[in-house]
């Protein structure tokens, strides 16, 4: 009943087709040029995270552009600087943290209990083909003990297992009362069973993890990424996988999204991988699409609201 009545909320979209003239793009486009022909006409941009880049080139080919709303309140892909100079308001939405927790613990028991090998096994008509293993006594390495990280250590805790932290700036009195080891990264990557990453991808953090941190890692261990592709170098990372230096990954963001289709990721058997859904629900939709309405609204009685920039 909840479901359909957000589904509902989302729908209204068609309700302004008589006050707006709006499209929906739900295609990535193949580059620059065809953006720029596509969208050269239009007076505001909604965007869905990060899936388009909005460079100084691109807003330098939209005359007409006037306001930018982005689901969440930051977006690396938005040249800020630009927009500014060229007096184009850009405005942000709420955003669940919970749901990209919930996505990393579903790719973590995914690879644990062999979850992908065993559903493409039933359909073929087998039964029981892996042994899977268990969470509690095992050491979870969280990089980065912000929002989602700290509701990952939760269900670590809640699961049993001993966790331990690492970022450039943790806070030694929150990893404290949640009962969390912090280490320096080194030992954290030595010593964890399973490895997930939940900092802000910026220079500090792009290419975090390269062929250097895969070989301190066990070979056992397992490597989570929910945060954004370029942490992980994905070149080493595949070479990794193919040559077992660590048992498995499990992803939901990668360098260049959509994933290309013919991607050495894609036919890897010990990389557990997902479209990027960790923010797609019913719920944050709903926050975003009503939000990015409403901030529009704002804008047009010159009453901006979630300003950006």
């Not at 295609?27 to 880049?53: G, H, V």
């Not at 930051?74 to 749901?99: A, D, Q």
């Not at 980065?144 to 509701?151: F, S, Y």
């Not at 280490?183 to 990453?197: T, V």
């Amino acid at each position: 009943m909840i479901i359909k009545m957000l589904l509902k909320k989302l729908l209204t979209l068609k309700n302004l087709k008589n006050k707006y003239k709006f499209k929906i793009f739900n295609e990535a486009f193949n580059d620059e040029n065809e953006a720029i022909i596509a969208l050269e006409e239009f007076e505001a941009l909604f965007l869905m995270r990060e899936r388009t880049s909005i460079s100084k080139s691109l807003l330098e080919n939209l005359p007409n552009l006037k306001y930018i709303m982005t689901s969440g309140m930051r977006n690396n892909s938005i040249n800020l600087e630009f927009t500014k100079k060229k007096g184009i308001l850009v405005c942000g939405t709420e955003l669940n943290s919970n749901p990209a927790a919930e996505i990393t613990w579903t790719l973590i028991l995914g690879l644990l209990r062999n979850v992908k090998q065993e559903i493409d096994n039933m359909f073929q008509g087998y039964w029981q083909t892996t042994i899977g293993s268990e969470l509690k006594g095992k050491m979870l390495g969280i990089i980065g003990l912000g929002k989602i990280g700290t509701q990952v250590a939760k269900v670590g805790k809640a699961f049993g297992m001993e966790v331990c932290a690492w970022s450039e700036n943790l806070n030694l009195s929150h990893a404290n009362e949640l009962g969390v080891l912090p280490m320096n990264k080194e030992d954290l990557l030595k010593n964890s069973d399973i490895i997930s990453i939940h900092v802000v991808l910026g220079e500090r953090y792009r290419n975090l993890i390269t062929k250097k941190e895969i070989a301190m890692m066990k070979k056992t261990s397992f490597l989570i990424n929910t945060s954004r592709g370029p942490i992980i170098n994905e070149n080493d990372l595949v070479e990794a996988l193919k040559s077992d230096k660590i048992a498995g990954a499990g992803l939901d963001v990668y360098d260049k999204e959509p994933l290309p289709q013919d991607h050495k990721l894609r036919f890897l058997p010990n990389a557990f991988l997902l479209p990027h859904i960790g923010y797609v629900t019913v719920e944050n939709y709903s926050k975003f699409y009503l939000q990015m309405i409403e901030n529009l609204e704002s804008c047009l009685k010159n009453k901006p609201l979630r300003i950006i920039s």
